[in-house]
């Protein structure tokens, strides 16, 4: 196993990327906007594996820097996992009455700087043979009504990784749809509700680890699947 980066990784499904790849032998640069929850992430990490923990804002282009810097310290760069998103306003409003200013920082974060880390990523990845993983959402895919600012950002990071993908030949791109879990983004979509029959998020943690395992053509996947041995799909 490498160095691999995992952004949003202080709580819900990037702690539980993390703490699977740390288990596996990989070497971690993770980052969040939280520095208490990220540190404690960072120690929980630091009994398994050699972690470097960056407090910041991947919308920040030196705390993008600062992230593949880490990686070097560390030695390289393997894995990109763009996990960090937002979920916008909550409860999530139509599109006719989504305000513009909220939308620009949904797609800020959860389609433009994703693309911009993994601009600076490319070069060690293409090296190394690497990867990235975009974690995205039925909701890219599916008309929710309720989702349109959200779910067209995660869309566009969508169709960003599929010309990514037949743009770099020596670097597999997935953009990985992990299934509804019981996190805090998915309970602020569902304001005032009950989502305890949501698995946790650490149920998905097997099928990214077999994603890497088998390492498929690049493409779209569904944990779902990857979990049932199925493939991803073009």
Known sequence: MG???????????????????AHAGWHL???ARHGDALAAARDQLARLTTVLALPGDVTDPAHRDALIDGAGRLG??????NNAGIL??????????????????VYEINMVAPLALTQLA????????????NVTSDAAVEA??????????????EQASRVLAAEEPDVRVWWVDPGDLRTQMHQEAFPGED???RPLPDSAVPAFLRLLASRPDSGRVRAAEVAGLGAPTP
């Open 3 to 21: 160095v691999a980066i995992v952004t949003g990784a202080s709580r819900g499904l990037g702690r539980a990327l993390a703490t699977g790849l």
């Open 29 to 31: 640069v993770i980052d």
């Open 76 to 81: 390289g760069l393997d894995l990109l996992v």
């Open 88 to 105: 916008g306003p909550s409860p999530q409003p139509a599109l006719a009455d989504y305000p513009i200013s909220a939308l620009r920082e």
């Open 122 to 133: 490319l070069p060690r990845l293409r090296d190394n043979g690497g990867a990235v993983i």
């Open 144 to 157: 929710y009504p309720g989702w349109g600012g959200y779910g067209s950002a995660k869309a566009a990071l």
């Open 195 to 197: 989502i305890s029959d």
